[in-house]
């Protein structure tokens, strides 16, 4: 079981760090992503991270800004959110996906997180 927090009201122009934990053994072969999801838009995918964490991926509109991490020793993943704005405000999602090389994302996602709300707004 995936679970997000960390979700909160910030102005634009500050920060975030998002948590994802899970339980049970580690999940050592899946990779991590970060989804968010806007009012009335399509699920879009943030960033990810290789099982190994050596391999890093964010989309363009992010790059720069956010900060993926964590390891499956803690069971525990992060999206550090910097310069925030209101175009971020959405529910954010973690996933997890098998991804065995570690230097790659996963392509599909099994397990899913209840999201949290990111609001960016002055």
């Known amino acids: 079981q995936f679970m997000e927090s960390g979700g909160d009201v910030v102005q634009p122009g500050g920060s975030l760090r998002l948590s994802c934990t899970y339980s049970g053994a580690p999940l050592d072969y899946y990779g991590i992503g970060w989804f968010r999801q806007a009012p009335g838009k399509e699920r879009e995918g943030v960033s990810c991270?290789?099982?190994?964490?050596?391999?890093?991926n964010y989309t363009s509109a992010v790059k720069g800004r956010f900060t993926i991490s964590g390891d499956h020793a803690k069971n525990t993943f992060y999206l550090e959110m910097n310069g925030l704005e209101p175009e971020d405000t959405a529910v954010y999602y973690c996933?997890?996906?098998?991804?065995?090389?570690?230097?790659?994302?996963?392509?599909?996602?099994?397990?899913w997180g209840q999201g949290t709300q990111v609001t960016v707004s002055s």
């Open positions: 996933a997890g996906g098998y991804e065995m090389t570690g230097w790659g994302c996963a392509t599909d996602y099994h397990y």
């Open positions: 991270i290789s099982s190994s964490g050596a391999y890093t």
